[in-house]
């Protein structure tokens, strides 16, 4: 396998995946933003493809097999310091507590979304991409890495953990539909 940039034409793989680390947020978020007969998937599509915005495929690292399908991907990029909270309240209630978590973390190589397809999973890809990010953090001249991870989701933790990462500040969960589970976001870091 071979990790290299993510491009444009892989928005719809990027957003499908991006929904899946962002337990199902994003997809309630598009579901409000969708145009007549777009679907939540077309809307995230739509915005992975953009040139700006955390989402964008620019920002985002792809893991793929020897027939070149891709088996994960990892979305990280440089949080801004100052990081500013003055526009806290126009964010939906559901995503306060994230941006505040991240707020934590100003200058920090922000690791905002990494799935492994369903099809790939404990074969390494995602410790790969971890790494991978990591190698970018360093060459931008960052000194701190930062996610959040949601206190159920063990499996996500445990990789965390083995890389190093540890939890600093956590906040409730504030209930969405369809939302996997209660419990906290914790934001983890690791020093580089
Ligand atoms: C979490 C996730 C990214 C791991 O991807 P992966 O490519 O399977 O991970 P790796 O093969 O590199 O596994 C590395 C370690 O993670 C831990 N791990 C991963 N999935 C696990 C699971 N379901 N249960 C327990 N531990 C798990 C293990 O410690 C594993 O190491 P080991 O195999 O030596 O025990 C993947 O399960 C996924 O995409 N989940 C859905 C999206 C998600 O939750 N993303 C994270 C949001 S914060």
Not at 49 to 70: I, K, P, W
Not at 75 to 92: C, M, N, T, V
Request: glycine residues 10%.
């Amino acid at each position: 396998m071979k990790i290299t940039a993510a491009e444009q034409t892989q928005a719809r793989e990027l957003a499908f995946l991006i929904n899946l680390a962002g337990e199902g947020i994003p997809e309630y978020l598009w579901s409000a933003l969708a145009e007549a007969g777009e679907s939540p998937l077309d809307v995230g599509a739509r915005r992975a493809a953009r040139e700006e915005g955390g989402f964008s495929y620019h920002n985002a690292r792809v893991c793929l097999d020897d027939s070149g399908e891709l088996m994960g991907m990892v979305i990280a990029y440089r949080q801004p310091d100052p990081y500013d909270l003055d526009a806290l309240s126009e964010y939906p209630d559901i995503v306060r507590p994230l941006v505040q978590l991240e707020a934590e973390a100003p200058g920090s190589w922000y690791i905002n979304a990494i799935a492994t397809d369903a099809r790939f999973r404990g074969q390494g890809v995602a410790t790969a991409l971890m790494k991978d990010t990591e190698g970018s953090a360093r060459e931008a001249g960052c000194r701190q890495m930062s996610l959040i991870v949601a206190s159920q989701n063990r499996g996500a933790r445990r990789l965390y953990e083995q890389l190093g990462y540890r939890g600093t500040h956590a906040r409730p969960v504030v209930p969405y539909p369809g939302s996997p589970h209660g419990g906290d976001w914790v934001l983890m870091l690791k020093p580089l």
